[in-house]
């Protein structure tokens, strides 16, 4: 009983983080593609505003992110409990909220106190002079 | 007969149970790194736009520059999975070659990376210009800190397998580098994007 539990514990255990030519390769060349196209949107300035440009390639790296997790780090291949997806996931929530926070907060620091008059304020709410 | 197979078989296992766990704590230290790097990334965002009358991101940032910057750091990324490969095929020279490649790629970016700094600097826009360069400076110079010290691990192990072969705490290790190695290049994508590429749009 105990023998034939071990001997099938044994080919997940050794699976884990280990990647195939396969893998490696489509994970290179996914990479490669997604910063050229990145690259070519910033560079050819095939957009019409900030916003559009900001979302376009913060999507690209966000894509990479996950190729390179799937395909290189093999992220998600270990057998339960995932321990490392689940760290990763805790990690991710705590970059999200300090990147975030930090950006939101500052931005509206900015907003209230750096101008000496109110005239942003007041254009923003539609406020007539 | 039976039996010693058996011994045999659970101490391998228990071997690589030992690694798994090394492995995850490793992670751990990698996750908590994201977490540095995301307070330097924040900093940057919030501090960019204040350039003290000095030069922006579009004015000093050489894009077909960084761009091969970039494409080196990557293509050292797939070649550290290379060595990984040869690793698991036991293949000494193979995983010696794609190791030897992967450090010169390394080698090669990090050069470009202090060469760029060293064109900034120069030109008198080092950290101590804007609050812009200085949070510049310190998000990819610790980027290329940590590239340092993965080039000082990849010659040691380097060193280790080439004098002593292919040892079990040599694989290992090599198991823990690639980690390293292809979460540097996963920041590097957020370098790439967040300080150049919005740097010029």
Redesign the interface.
């Known amino acids: 009983m105990k023998k034939s539990s071990t001997v099938t514990i044994k080919p997940e255990i050794r699976d884990a983080g280990l990647g195939s030519l396969g893998s490696y390769l489509t994970g290179f060349v996914l990479s490669i593609i997604l910063t050229l196209i990145a690259y070519y949107v910033v560079t050819a300035k095939l957009y019409s505003s900030n916003l559009q440009v900001v979302s376009i390639i913060i999507s690209l790296a966000i894509l990479q992110l996950f190729v390179q997790l799937i395909f290189f780090l093999h992220l998600g291949r270990e057998s339960k409990p995932r321990w490392n997806v689940t760290v990763f996931v805790f990690a991710a929530t705590v970059v999200l909220i300090v990147v975030f926070g930090s950006i939101w907060i500052m931005n509206n620091l900015n907003y209230n106190m750096a101008h000496s008059s109110d005239s942003y304020i007041r254009k923003d709410e539609l406020i007539k002079q | 007969m039976n039996n010693e197979a058996?011994a045999l078989?659970?101490a391998?296992?228990l071997e690589?149970?030992n690694t798994?766990k090394t492995?995850?704590g490793f992670?751990?230290y990698l996750?908590?790194d994201?977490?540095l790097f995301?307070?330097l990334?924040?900093?940057y965002?919030?501090l960019h736009k204040n350039t003290f009358g000095g030069p922006g991101g579009a004015e000093i940032f050489n894009?077909p520059y960084i761009?091969v910057e970039?494409?080196l750091l990557?293509?050292s990324?797939?070649t550290c999975?290379?060595a990984?490969?040869a690793v698991?095929k036991k293949q000494r020279k193979a995983l010696l070659i794609a190791l030897a490649i992967t450090f010169g790629l390394g080698l090669a970016f990090l050069s470009m990376e202090l060469f760029e700094f060293r064109h900034l600097v120069v030109e008198g826009n080092s950290w101590t210009r804007s609050a812009f360069l200085s949070s510049y400076f310190t998000l990819v110079g610790t980027h290329g800190l940590h590239i340092t010290v993965g080039l000082f691990w990849l010659a040691t192990l380097g060193y280790q397998i080439f004098k002593n072969g292919l040892k079990q705490h040599a694989v290992k290790r090599l198991?823990l580098f690639s980690?390293f190695w292809?979460?540097l290049?996963?920041i590097w994508?957020?370098i790439?994007?967040?300080v150049y590429?919005?740097g010029?749009?």
């Open positions: 058996v078989n659970s391998e296992i690589q149970e798994n492995m995850f992670w751990l996750m908590t994201c977490v995301a307070v990334f924040a900093t965002a919030v894009m761009l970039t494409m990557l293509t990324s797939f999975g290379l990984m490969l698991h198991g980690l292809h979460f290049d996963i994508i957020f790439f994007t967040v590429l919005m010029v749009s």
